[in-house]
T-cell receptor
Framework: DAGVIQSPRHEVTEMGQEVTLRCKPISGHNSLFWYRQTMMRGLELLIYFNNNVPIDDSGMPEDRFSAKMPNASFSTLKIQPSEPRDSAVYFC???????????FGPGTRLLVL | DQQVKQNSPSLSVQEGRISILNCDYTNSMFDYFLWYKKYPAEGPTFLISISSIKDKNEDGRFTVFLNKSAKHLSLHIVPSQPGDSAVYFCAGGGSQGNLIFGKGTKLSVKP
């Protein structure tokens, strides 16, 4: 079975541009999580969905960030407009049961110039 | 407020010896704990977990110990191998649904 799939793997963009990150969770997993990893703050939870419904978005930094999960097999994280401080690695993870083992994708390395 | 703390940013161990990675937590609502391993340019990989009703769980070379009274868990790797060199994260989970991660410990296993 394929693991969590993320695209793109790398993204370089200019400040002010819109960035869309994509995630396909493991089939059958009911929970999906978006994380951001930086040297300063480590692995931060941005938002998580359970059965396609956003449960906790308290980690979303500001209104420039938005996430959607239109169906059980797809989620997007959008940054509009992007800023240099958004440069980080963004991970998507999914789990069968909330609060239990999460399985991570390979991440999207974002660089905003 | 860090609910999960890994106080050692790095650890260096000789191949064949035991590696002990430590983690402390403050949230009494955690009922499940996990360890992840992360190589550069990859996502974290789930390694081993333990329920709060247990004090030990073993999987091959990896053993996790939980001391609830001290709010402390540890991961033992015996024997350590160079391929174990990675960043290790501990995490706590519970009814809130998400996991809270520590900041990680970088393990280097020297041949």
């Amino acid at each position: 079975d394929a693991g969590v799939i993320q695209s793109p793997r790398h993204e370089v963009t200019e400040m002010g541009q819109e960035v869309t990150l994509r995630c396909k969770p493991i089939s059958g997993h009911n929970s999906l999580f978006w994380y951001r990893q930086t040297m300063m703050r480590g692995l931060e939870l941005l938002i998580y969905f359970n059965n396609n419904v956003p449960i906790d978005d308290s980690g979303m930094p500001e209104d420039r960030f938005s996430a959607k999960m239109p169906n059980a097999s797809f989620s997007t994280l959008k940054i509009q407009p992007s800023e240099p401080r958004d440069s980080a690695v963004y991970f998507c993870a999914s789990s069968l049961t909330p609060g239990r083992a999460q399985y991570f994708g390979p991440g999207t390395r974002l660089l905003v110039l | 407020d860090q609910q999960v703390k890994q106080n050692s940013p790095s650890l260096s161990v000789q191949e064949g010896r035991i590696s002990i990675l430590n983690c402390d937590y403050t949230n009494s609502m955690f009922d499940y704990f996990l360890w992840y391993k992360k190589y550069p340019a990859e996502g974290p990989t789930f390694l081993i977990s333990i329920s709060s009703i247990k004090d030990k769980n073993e999987d091959g070379r990896f053993t996790v110990f939980l001391n609830k009274s001290a709010k402390h868990l540890s991961l033992h790797i015996v024997p350590s191998q160079p391929g174990d060199s990675a960043v290790y994260f501990c995490a706590g989970g519970g009814s809130q649904g998400n996991l809270i991660f520590g900041k990680g410990t970088k393990l280097s296993v020297k041949p």
